[in-house]
């Protein structure tokens, strides 16, 4: 079948640029589309890191200028996946340039930033969309299905917990390449920006928009060397974060994150306690959903594991054969096959950078809370 072509330009080689080089290169092995991603060209600051980059994931062409990479015709989509501090201005000069968004998470620094992106995008009229991965987890959609069938019914509760362990040395420096999530000139936040982020958006796909948060913050490391400066410089982010929630819906929520949790290390999960059921999930076995159906027989109440494997469960029609997982590298192959099928389709994909900036909201509103001691409603 003659495709489509989608020529790409994707600025930043770090992990995530490696998430997104893999999903361009199979979306269209798994996924049947009008559309296919060609990996066009390839931009990041560093020549060297750059080259070496590109050639191994089979980049066409490379830019070490992300303005240079916007003023080029043969692109039509823009990849962002830089550190935090360069989504503002990528986004708009690209929107302005016609191109379509995509973005990774979080959306910006700030409400602010975001704001201003989002009008460009919409102002412009380019497809777009932020890389919430975890939507994309077979077992996270199957989830959504439940809640969306009424399978558990009135929602009361939401739990959630993002943990991860990599901070804990004082030795660790901040800034520079990889470490830039603990320098909040670039990311903005700490855990709220870069975990919570992701829990948010998950908690709000799967059971709407949140009402208002009390939160709490601590920085544990204090100060630790810069790796681009040198000196000993002062944390400013968010070493660990904890806030209760109340939703728009009356559910009431606890969501907490850190990268102090020693042995944990990528620890994202959830439960949700309705009226007739519970969910849990938990990253950590990605391809298990836990369900609890209080509408069978007494004699058979228990939490059930459900092997997400199947033909008839989100995605996995596309991949192998039942009993057969999938990983993370999967849920950005199959949020891409998303946004390919929203230009096919015409119906948008989400989360848009719209969608985002409700999550920013959120994370906003979290840190404000933390800061004030306060209870902050979520503006927006
Ligand atoms: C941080 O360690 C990180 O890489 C996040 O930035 C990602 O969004 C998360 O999915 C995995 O952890």
Redesign the pocket.
């Known amino acids: 079948m003659a495709r489509k072509k989608l020529n790409i330009g994707l600025i930043g080689c770090g992990?995530m640029g490696r998430t997104h080089s893999n999903a361009y290169l199979k979306v269209n092995k798994f996924f049947d589309l009008e559309y296919q991603p060609v990996m066009r060209a390839m931009c990041d600051l560093n020549a060297e890191k750059l080259k070496t980059f590109a050639e191994n994931w089979g980049w066409e062409t490379t830019e070490t200028d992300w303005r240079a990479l916007l003023e080029r015709k043969d692109i039509d989509a823009i990849d962002i996946v830089c550190p935090n501090n360069m989504h503002h201005d990528i986004a708009i000069a690209a929107a302005q340039a016609g191109k379509m968004v995509l973005c990774e998470?979080p959306l910006a620094m700030s409400v602010g930033e975001g704001k201003e992106m989002v009008d460009a995008v919409e102002k412009a009229g380019v497809a777009n969309m932020v890389w919430f991965n975890y939507r994309r987890v077979p077992a996270i959609a199957l989830a959504k299905q439940l809640i969306d069938e009424g399978r558990i019914g009135r929602v009361f509760h939401y739990r959630a917990k993002y943990l991860?362990d990599?901070t804990i040395s004082t030795d660790l420096p901040q800034g520079g390449d990889a470490l830039w999530?603990l320098d909040a000139k670039v990311a903005g936040s700490g855990v709220t920006g870069?975990?919570l982020a992701?829990s948010i958006d998950t908690a709000t796909w799967l059971i709407g928009g949140i009402d208002k948060v009390s939160a709490m913050t601590e920085t544990f490391i204090k100060e630790r060397t810069h790796q681009v400066t040198g000196k000993v410089e002062a944390v400013k982010i968010d070493d660990a974060c904890a806030f209760l929630a109340r939703f728009k819906n009356g559910a009431l929520a606890t969501f907490e994150s850190t990268r102090y949790a020693r042995g944990r290390k990528?620890q994202n999960d959830f439960e949700i306690n309705g009226e007739h059921g519970s969910i849990y999930f938990n990253l950590e076995d990605a391809h298990q959903l836990q369900y609890y159906d209080n509408r069978l027989d007494n004699h058979v109440h228990g939490w059930q594991t459900i092997l997400v494997t199947d033909f008839e469960h989100p995605y996995m029609g596309n991949w192998w054969v039942p009993g057969c997982v999938i990983g993370y590298e999967h849920t950005f192959i199959n949020a891409l096959s998303d946004f390919l099928k929203g230009l096919e389709t015409g119906e948008p994909v989400r989360p848009s950078l719209r969608d985002a900036l409700d999550t920013q909201y959120v994370c906003d509103a979290v840190l404000e809370s933390a800061k004030t001691g306060t209870w902050k409603t979520i503006a927006g």
């Open positions: 992990f998470k991860q990599w999530r870069d975990l992701h990528n």
